[in-house]
């Protein structure tokens, strides 16, 4: 039900900015499945994000998911993300996972990225035990395949441990997002004004700084912050807003945002001046609960 709840709030908004038919079908999976919850959703955010990023206008993307044989009193899976974009050549997929390549073509050339969501999503299936095997040409479309075996829990726990929040507590609440990737920002602004909330981007951290230091006081309730930025980085930035002149400097609560989910990273940004940390993929529920806490709000 996470899983679920999940690709439909943070997914289907992508989808439905370029009008692409998103057909989701994981009626395959058990109720209730034993992974790393952050880890498993990257997975599948990468897949879908890219699906969505390089799929035209009006295109298809597909996930679907069918149990198969599997060993150790597990259960199998094949997982399929599908779409209709511009694939790619024979010649780029024999690359296609080393980091930072990209294929440079005509029909991708605004849709640069890192060049790391595809090694990362390799990396974290290997290590699930699992494979992963693309199918590609180029304008005819990509096909993502992941076999993987997982252990079933019995009982609903994800269901039993969801505690439902109340969002209206978030509606009209004003946030300074600070963020460079369009991906990311369509994202969270996707999530931000679904519970009704006002969202003022800053592509940057000196942008971040600008905007906070000529607005009136108050006018932010809470600033969601990436930590990975060119011109100014996240903790720079919340380093230098906590040293304005200005009377919510030191109160608004600042949040990051950031890939970087370990430990010391967590203390970096809590020394730099942050009230709390949310790792990406952001987790809708995480990302509601940690502002209902940081703005008082529970």
């Not at 109720?31 to 880890?39: E, M, S």
Request: with cysteine; hydrophobic share 45%.
């Amino acid at each position: 039900e996470d899983f679920t709840r999940n690709i439909d709030t943070v997914i289907n908004p992508l989808m439905a900015k370029k009008d692409i038919t998103f057909t989701k079908d994981i009626s395959g999976i058990p109720p209730c499945i034993l992974v790393d919850k952050l880890r498993w959703t990257q997975i599948f955010f990468n897949l879908l994000s890219n699906a969505s990023k390089f799929t035209p206008v009006g295109g298809t993307v597909l996930l679907k998911a069918e149990a198969i044989q599997a060993h150790n009193a597990q259960h199998g899976f094949r997982f399929t993300v599908q779409d209709t974009g511009c694939g790619m050549s024979k010649a780029f997929l024999a690359h296609l996972f080393e980091p930072f390549r990209q294929e440079n073509t005509a029909q991708n050339k605004s849709n640069q990225g890192t060049g790391l969501g595809l090694v990362i999503v390799k990396s974290l299936v290997t290590m699930m035990g699992g494979t992963i095997e693309v199918q590609s040409a180029q304008g005819k479309g990509s096909t993502f395949i992941i076999e993987i075996n997982l252990t079933a829990v019995e009982g609903h726990a994800s269901a039993q441990q969801h505690v439902e929040l109340d969002m209206s507590k978030l509606n009209g609440k004003h946030v300074l997002l600070v963020e460079d990737n369009e991906l990311n920002i369509a994202v969270a602004e996707g999530l931000l004004e679904r519970v009704g909330m006002q969202v003022t981007v800053a592509e940057n951290g000196k942008y971040a700084v600008d905007t906070f230091l000529q607005t009136a006081v108050g006018t932010f309730d809470a600033v969601l912050m990436d930590i990975r930025m060119p011109v100014m980085g996240g903790l720079e930035a919340t380093e230098t807003i906590r040293a304005l002149d200005k009377a919510d400097a030191r109160t608004v609560p600042i949040i990051a945002m950031t890939a970087d989910a370990f430990t010391e990273d967590l203390k970096r940004s809590l020394d730099s001046g942050m009230n709390a940390h949310i790792s990406k993929p952001i987790d809708p529920d995480v990302l509601y609960r940690t502002l209902l806490e940081q703005m008082h709000c529970m």
